[in-house]
Protein backbone atom coordinates (compact mmCIF):
# COMPACT_ATOMS: atom_id res chain seq x y z
CA UNK A 1 0.00 0.00 0.00
CA UNK A 2 1.90 3.03 -1.62
CA UNK A 3 1.77 6.24 0.91
CA UNK A 4 0.58 9.61 -0.33
CA UNK A 5 3.07 10.15 -3.71
CA UNK A 6 3.83 13.87 -4.47
CA UNK A 7 5.46 14.60 -7.80
CA UNK A 8 7.63 16.13 -8.95
CA UNK A 9 9.80 16.07 -5.86
CA UNK A 10 11.66 18.84 -7.10
CA UNK A 11 10.50 21.64 -9.27
CA UNK A 12 12.30 25.08 -10.82
CA UNK A 13 10.67 27.71 -12.43
CA UNK A 14 10.93 31.02 -13.65
CA UNK A 15 9.02 33.50 -12.21
CA UNK A 16 5.78 34.34 -14.46
CA UNK A 17 5.84 30.66 -15.20
CA UNK A 18 3.52 28.11 -14.13
CA UNK A 19 3.47 25.51 -11.42
CA UNK A 20 1.68 22.11 -11.13
CA UNK A 21 2.39 20.00 -7.98
CA UNK A 22 0.37 16.30 -8.16
CA UNK A 23 -0.73 14.45 -5.14
CA UNK A 24 -1.76 11.00 -4.94
CA UNK A 25 -3.41 9.59 -1.76
CA UNK A 26 -2.96 6.56 -0.35
CA UNK A 27 -5.61 3.99 -1.21
CA UNK A 28 -8.87 4.62 0.57
CA UNK A 29 -8.36 8.27 1.57
CA UNK A 30 -11.14 10.39 0.46
CA UNK A 31 -9.77 13.74 2.45
CA UNK A 32 -6.28 16.05 1.15
CA UNK A 33 -4.77 18.39 2.50
CA UNK A 34 -2.25 20.96 1.27
CA UNK A 35 0.13 22.58 3.50
CA UNK A 36 3.21 25.02 2.71
CA UNK A 37 6.79 25.28 4.69
CA UNK A 38 8.33 28.06 3.62
CA UNK A 39 12.01 28.21 4.80
CA UNK A 40 12.82 28.31 8.34
CA UNK A 41 9.06 28.92 9.37
CA UNK A 42 6.70 26.17 10.13
CA UNK A 43 4.21 24.33 8.14
CA UNK A 44 0.80 26.16 7.53
CA UNK A 45 -2.64 24.89 6.09
CA UNK A 46 -3.37 26.21 2.53
CA UNK A 47 -6.27 24.18 1.41
CA UNK A 48 -8.98 21.30 2.42
CA UNK A 49 -10.75 19.06 -0.30
CA UNK A 50 -12.56 16.15 -0.76
CA UNK A 51 -13.40 14.62 -4.11
CA UNK A 52 -14.63 17.27 -6.69
CA UNK A 53 -15.46 19.74 -3.80
CA UNK A 54 -13.22 22.11 -1.81
CA UNK A 55 -14.00 21.85 1.98
CA UNK A 56 -11.86 24.58 3.54
CA UNK A 57 -9.48 27.04 1.44
CA UNK A 58 -9.06 29.79 4.16
CA UNK A 59 -5.04 29.38 3.85
CA UNK A 60 -4.76 29.98 0.25
CA UNK A 61 -3.31 33.27 -1.29
CA UNK A 62 -6.45 34.94 -2.83
CA UNK A 63 -4.54 35.09 -6.02
CA UNK A 64 -2.30 33.09 -8.46
CA UNK A 65 -3.31 29.90 -6.06
CA UNK A 66 -5.85 27.65 -6.95
CA UNK A 67 -6.60 24.00 -6.25
CA UNK A 68 -8.57 21.09 -7.35
CA UNK A 69 -9.43 17.04 -6.87
CA UNK A 70 -11.12 15.52 -9.27
CA UNK A 71 -13.27 12.74 -9.66
CA UNK A 72 -10.41 10.57 -10.65
CA UNK A 73 -6.63 11.30 -10.67
CA UNK A 74 -4.48 12.88 -8.50
CA UNK A 75 -5.00 16.08 -6.63
CA UNK A 76 -3.49 19.28 -8.26
CA UNK A 77 -2.26 22.82 -6.59
CA UNK A 78 -1.90 25.48 -9.26
CA UNK A 79 0.36 28.96 -8.81
CA UNK A 80 0.75 30.86 -12.15
CA UNK A 81 2.91 33.34 -12.54
CA UNK A 82 4.98 32.17 -9.77
CA UNK A 83 7.20 35.04 -7.90
CA UNK A 84 10.25 34.02 -5.98
CA UNK A 85 8.24 34.52 -2.59
CA UNK A 86 6.94 31.42 -3.83
CA UNK A 87 9.69 29.03 -2.82
CA UNK A 88 8.68 26.45 -0.68
CA UNK A 89 8.48 22.45 0.56
CA UNK A 90 4.37 22.02 -0.49
CA UNK A 91 3.21 19.17 1.32
CA UNK A 92 -0.22 16.99 0.62
CA UNK A 93 -1.88 14.97 3.08
CA UNK A 94 -4.60 12.86 3.32
CA UNK A 95 -6.63 10.58 5.46
CA UNK A 96 -9.49 8.56 5.62
CA UNK A 97 -11.77 10.50 7.30
CA UNK A 98 -11.37 13.09 9.76
CA UNK A 99 -11.65 11.04 12.54
CA UNK A 100 -7.79 9.26 11.73
CA UNK A 101 -4.48 11.02 11.78
CA UNK A 102 -2.98 12.15 8.52
CA UNK A 103 -0.41 10.50 6.25
CA UNK A 104 2.11 12.91 4.87
CA UNK A 105 3.78 12.85 0.92
CA UNK A 106 7.79 13.31 0.86
CA UNK A 107 6.88 16.67 -0.68
CA UNK A 108 7.58 19.12 -3.63
CA UNK A 109 10.36 21.65 -3.07
CA UNK A 110 9.82 24.79 -5.73
CA UNK A 111 12.15 27.15 -6.46
CA UNK A 112 11.66 30.08 -8.53
CA UNK A 113 14.52 31.55 -9.89
CA UNK B 1 -7.52 31.50 16.51
CA UNK B 2 -5.34 27.96 17.31
CA UNK B 3 -2.02 29.00 18.13
CA UNK B 4 0.78 26.02 19.07
CA UNK B 5 4.11 26.76 20.75
CA UNK B 6 7.02 24.20 20.70
CA UNK B 7 9.45 24.14 24.03
CA UNK B 8 12.41 24.19 23.29
CA UNK B 9 13.24 25.28 19.92
CA UNK B 10 16.54 23.27 19.97
CA UNK B 11 17.99 20.84 21.65
CA UNK B 12 21.04 19.12 22.27
CA UNK B 13 21.58 16.01 24.39
CA UNK B 14 24.17 12.93 24.77
CA UNK B 15 23.08 9.36 23.54
CA UNK B 16 21.03 8.03 25.95
CA UNK B 17 19.94 10.37 27.73
CA UNK B 18 16.03 10.59 28.06
CA UNK B 19 14.39 13.89 27.57
CA UNK B 20 11.14 15.60 26.94
CA UNK B 21 9.10 18.15 24.12
CA UNK B 22 6.64 20.46 25.26
CA UNK B 23 3.93 21.53 23.06
CA UNK B 24 1.16 23.77 23.71
CA UNK B 25 -2.05 25.40 22.73
CA UNK B 26 -4.00 27.98 23.10
CA UNK B 27 -7.51 26.54 22.72
CA UNK B 28 -8.26 23.40 24.39
CA UNK B 29 -11.01 22.39 22.69
CA UNK B 30 -9.62 20.30 19.87
CA UNK B 31 -10.42 16.76 18.88
CA UNK B 32 -6.99 15.45 18.21
CA UNK B 33 -2.92 15.62 18.48
CA UNK B 34 -0.81 14.41 16.46
CA UNK B 35 3.37 14.57 16.85
CA UNK B 36 5.73 14.41 13.94
CA UNK B 37 9.07 13.99 13.10
CA UNK B 38 10.31 15.43 10.14
CA UNK B 39 14.13 14.83 9.00
CA UNK B 40 15.92 17.65 6.83
CA UNK B 41 14.73 17.89 3.43
CA UNK B 42 12.37 15.10 3.76
CA UNK B 43 8.54 14.48 4.63
CA UNK B 44 6.64 13.97 7.76
CA UNK B 45 6.33 11.01 9.96
CA UNK B 46 3.26 10.32 11.69
CA UNK B 47 4.89 9.43 15.28
CA UNK B 48 1.51 9.53 18.13
CA UNK B 49 -1.69 10.47 17.72
CA UNK B 50 -3.65 11.18 20.86
CA UNK B 51 -7.39 11.93 20.47
CA UNK B 52 -9.29 13.97 22.74
CA UNK B 53 -11.01 11.47 24.71
CA UNK B 54 -7.26 9.92 25.82
CA UNK B 55 -4.25 10.97 28.24
CA UNK B 56 -1.44 9.36 26.40
CA UNK B 57 -0.54 7.53 23.81
CA UNK B 58 2.68 5.08 23.97
CA UNK B 59 4.95 3.52 20.82
CA UNK B 60 8.27 2.22 21.34
CA UNK B 61 10.96 4.40 23.51
CA UNK B 62 8.53 7.05 22.37
CA UNK B 63 5.37 8.02 24.80
CA UNK B 64 3.22 11.06 24.49
CA UNK B 65 0.75 12.49 27.02
CA UNK B 66 -2.11 15.32 26.51
CA UNK B 67 -3.49 17.54 28.96
CA UNK B 68 -6.45 19.28 26.89
CA UNK B 69 -7.83 21.19 30.05
CA UNK B 70 -4.38 22.84 30.40
CA UNK B 71 -3.73 23.16 26.77
CA UNK B 72 -0.32 20.80 27.10
CA UNK B 73 1.11 17.84 25.18
CA UNK B 74 4.74 15.94 26.04
CA UNK B 75 6.57 13.96 24.18
CA UNK B 76 8.40 11.43 25.66
CA UNK B 77 12.10 9.88 24.56
CA UNK B 78 13.24 7.23 25.94
CA UNK B 79 17.26 6.25 26.26
CA UNK B 80 17.66 8.52 22.67
CA UNK B 81 19.92 7.66 19.83
CA UNK B 82 21.73 9.69 16.92
CA UNK B 83 19.11 8.50 14.61
CA UNK B 84 16.55 9.94 16.46
CA UNK B 85 17.53 13.82 15.46
CA UNK B 86 15.36 15.17 13.56
CA UNK B 87 12.50 18.13 14.01
CA UNK B 88 9.86 17.26 15.98
CA UNK B 89 6.75 18.82 15.28
CA UNK B 90 3.71 19.00 17.28
CA UNK B 91 -0.11 19.63 15.33
CA UNK B 92 -3.52 20.11 17.05
CA UNK B 93 -6.46 19.69 15.05
CA UNK B 94 -9.85 20.95 16.35
CA UNK B 95 -12.87 19.48 15.03
CA UNK B 96 -13.14 15.88 12.73
CA UNK B 97 -11.43 16.59 9.09
CA UNK B 98 -10.36 19.94 9.94
CA UNK B 99 -6.74 21.39 9.13
CA UNK B 100 -4.06 20.73 11.22
CA UNK B 101 -2.45 23.77 13.45
CA UNK B 102 1.45 22.99 13.76
CA UNK B 103 4.01 24.37 15.78
CA UNK B 104 7.41 25.80 14.72
CA UNK B 105 8.67 22.39 16.17
CA UNK B 106 11.93 21.16 18.41
CA UNK B 107 15.19 20.45 16.26
CA UNK B 108 16.77 17.77 18.21
CA UNK B 109 19.92 16.55 18.13
CA UNK B 110 21.64 13.58 19.55
CA UNK B 111 25.62 13.16 19.64
CA UNK B 112 26.93 9.86 19.90
Known amino acids: NAGVMQNPRHLVRRRGQEARLRCSPM?????VYWYRQLPEEGLKFMVYLQKENIIDESGMPKERFSAEFPKEGPSILRIQQVVRGDSAAYFCASSRTGDYGYTFGSGTRLTVV | KQEVTQIPAALSVPEGENLVLNCSFTDSAIYNLQWFRQDPGKGLTSLLL?????REQTSGRLNASLDKSSGRSTLYIAASQPGDSATYLC???????????FGEGTQLTVNP
Open chain 1, 27 to 31: KGHSH
Open chain 2, 91 to 101: AVMETSGSRLT
Open chain 2, 50 to 54: IQSSQ
